[in-house]
């Protein structure tokens, strides 16, 4: 499944650089505000440990690893939502995307402009906050006017989908994100047409320096990651076979660009599965909660209607088997039926009638 994650921030907060890091794409990352005038977009190779681990038993072909595509737009500033800076014609860009980093500046550089002139993160995120929050509410008040005169006619679904468009723009006026609003299931279909940038799952990444002191961002309840992007800079400049011991000589247990990718997987909801052989070892991303003809899809679509069954095994004791034969021989590999749900880290053999 494809994957998209929104990277916003105001101008100079290290977000073009945190993009290259990601990427190695080599964007542009002056010292000026609206450097970077057109989206930038990256497909980012998801680290996993478990496919060298399963591809050293089963000596396959190629390994594949599972991706995220990365957008980096234009910073935006107060007033955005109205036109104010770049960053008006940029939000667009992100909404299609399934999720948003907000990069936030926590980090003290003369050298770099900060375009209010403070490095104050609370209200950094204040305004970023506010501008999507604006910028939805603009795109509310157009359909709301549209629902309130075909709703004269008294179709029900317009009038329902009415008195959830109120909701929100009531939600949006009080400074709600939409993704802090509580909606039945069936309301989330039509909320989920809208596009909303407030309705994302929102990560934010304090981009932080060696002297950062302590906890920022109070009362927030999203995801909050503290990175110092010059020093994950310097890590992926470094050869990529010396990178993971820079990472244990600076003390750390994973780069910080792993824990955000892990991040996007935990607020999106996702887990990965595996197929592995002498062709390749893969991963392949689903939704928790994924039952295995519907993970079985992910592979190709007539995997759904053509599934008989799947022989499953978790990744760790078919790594410790030394392979599916001893896995067999030991029967730890189980066969599971169409209720089945595909576990992260199982690694998995869709049996098909073609």
């Known amino acids: 499944?494809?994957?998209?994650?929104?990277?916003?921030?105001?101008?100079?907060?290290?977000?073009?650089t945190l993009f290259n890091i990601l990427t190695k794409k080599g964007v542009e990352a002056?010292?000026?505000?609206?450097c970077t005038i057109d989206p930038n977009i990256g497909v980012v190779k998801v680290p996993d440990f478990r496919l060298d681990k399963l591809a050293a038993i089963s000596k396959p072909e190629k390994i594949i690893n599972t991706t995220i595509e990365f957008v980096d737009i234009a910073g935006l500033v107060a007033g955005a939502s109205k036109g104010e800076g770049l960053g008006n014609q940029f939000l667009a860009?992100?909404?299609?995307?399934?999720?948003?980093?907000?990069?936030?500046?926590?980090?003290?550089?003369?050298?770099?402009?900060?375009?209010e002139g403070r490095v104050n993160p609370t209200s950094d995120q204040e305004t970023i906050n506010t501008e999507l929050i604006l910028a939805d509410?603009?795109?509310?008040?157009?359909?709301?006017?549209?629902?309130r005169r075909e709703a004269k006619s008294g179709d029900k679904e317009i009038i329902g989908n009415?008195?959830?468009?109120?909701?929100?723009?009531?939600?949006?006026?009080?400074g709600q994100p939409t993704r802090s609003l509580a909606f039945e299931e069936e309301e989330l279909l039509f909320v989920k047409t809208l596009n909303l940038l407030t309705i994302k799952p929102i990560i934010y990444l304090l981009n932080i320096d060696e002297k950062h002191g302590g906890d920022v961002l109070p009362g927030t309840k999203d995801e909050i990651l503290?990175?110092?992007?010059?020093?994950?800079?310097?890590i992926a400049n470094l050869p990529e076979e010396e990178q993971a011991e820079y990472v244990k000589e600076l003390g750390l247990e994973q780069s910080g660009l792993d824990k955000l990718i892990q991040s996007a997987y935990q607020v999106l909801g996702l887990d990965t599965f595996f197929t592995t052989g002498s062709?390749?070892?893969?991963?392949?991303?689903i939704k928790k909660e994924t039952?295995?003809?519907?993970?079985?899809?992910?592979?190709?679509?007539?995997f759904i209607k053509g599934f008989v069954r799947a022989e499953v095994i978790n990744w760790l004791k078919f790594v410790e088997c030394g392979g599916e034969a001893k896995a067999k021989e030991l029967g730890l590999i189980r066969t599971e039926g169409k209720e089945y749900i595909v576990q992260d880290g199982d690694v998995c053999n869709f049996l098909i009638n073609r």
């Open 93 to 115: 860009h992100i909404r299609e995307c399934d999720a948003i980093c907000e990069v936030i500046r926590d980090f003290k550089d003369e050298n770099v402009i900060h375009v």
């Open 226 to 234: 503290k990175i110092n992007v010059k020093l994950e800079e310097e």
């Open 30 to 34: 002056a010292n000026y505000p609206f």
């Open 1 to 16: 499944m494809s994957l998209s994650i929104g990277i916003v921030g105001l101008p100079n907060v290290g977000k073009s």
């Open 279 to 285: 062709d390749e070892t893969r991963a392949w991303t």
């Open 137 to 147: 509410l603009s795109t509310i008040e157009k359909k709301l006017d549209k629902a």
């Open 291 to 302: 039952k295995a003809p519907q993970a079985a899809g992910v592979i190709h679509t007539d």
């Open 162 to 174: 009415q008195l959830i468009l109120e909701k929100i723009y009531t939600g949006l006026a009080d």
